[in-house]
């Protein structure tokens, strides 16, 4: 899925942003969500090892975030190119990640931080 955003920084005009996506179904997020918990909660059973407070301890807290991440895993960021608002440099990001409302990310050349702005809530409602 292409779609457009915007990347918005301090001083300078928003430049567009080309995006490539992936949707994410319900059943997929649910499956990741499933995985990856199960992953982090079976460090618990670590837990017979000492000390056995720290591996229960990292278990849970891992499982547990792992499992909100993935579940809240929408949208994945397969591509972003755009402009720097700032030097007008290209911009890309390659590496999948989780699409929120607002990524930052930072200029190769001048290396100022802008935000990437998407509304998410359009995007569903043309994936519809």
């Known amino acids: 899925?292409?779609?457009?955003?915007?990347?918005?920084?301090?001083?300078?005009?928003?430049?567009?942003?080309?995006?490539?996506?992936?949707?994410?179904?319900?059943?997929?997020?649910?499956?990741?969500?499933?995985?990856?918990?199960?992953?982090?909660?079976?460090?618990?059973?670590?837990?017979?090892?000492?000390?056995?407070?720290?591996?229960?301890?990292?278990?849970?807290?891992?499982?547990?975030?792992?499992?909100?991440l993935k579940f809240r895993e929408r949208y994945t960021l397969e591509e972003m190119r755009a402009t720097c608002p700032h030097c007008g440099a290209p911009l890309s990001v390659t590496t999948p990640s989780r699409l929120k409302a607002e990524t930052t990310t930072t200029c190769d050349v001048c290396h100022r931080s802008s935000r990437l702005v998407v509304d998410i809530d359009e995007l569903d409602d043309a994936r519809d």
């Open 1 to 68: 899925m292409k779609t457009t955003a915007s990347l918005e920084a301090f001083g300078a005009d928003a430049t567009p942003a080309d995006l490539r996506l992936v949707p994410r179904s319900l059943g997929w997020r649910l499956t990741r969500a499933i995985l990856f918990g199960l992953a982090g909660y079976a460090i618990m059973l670590l837990s017979i090892l000492p000390p056995h407070a720290v591996w229960a301890l990292a278990g849970l807290v891992t499982g547990t975030a792992l499992t909100i």
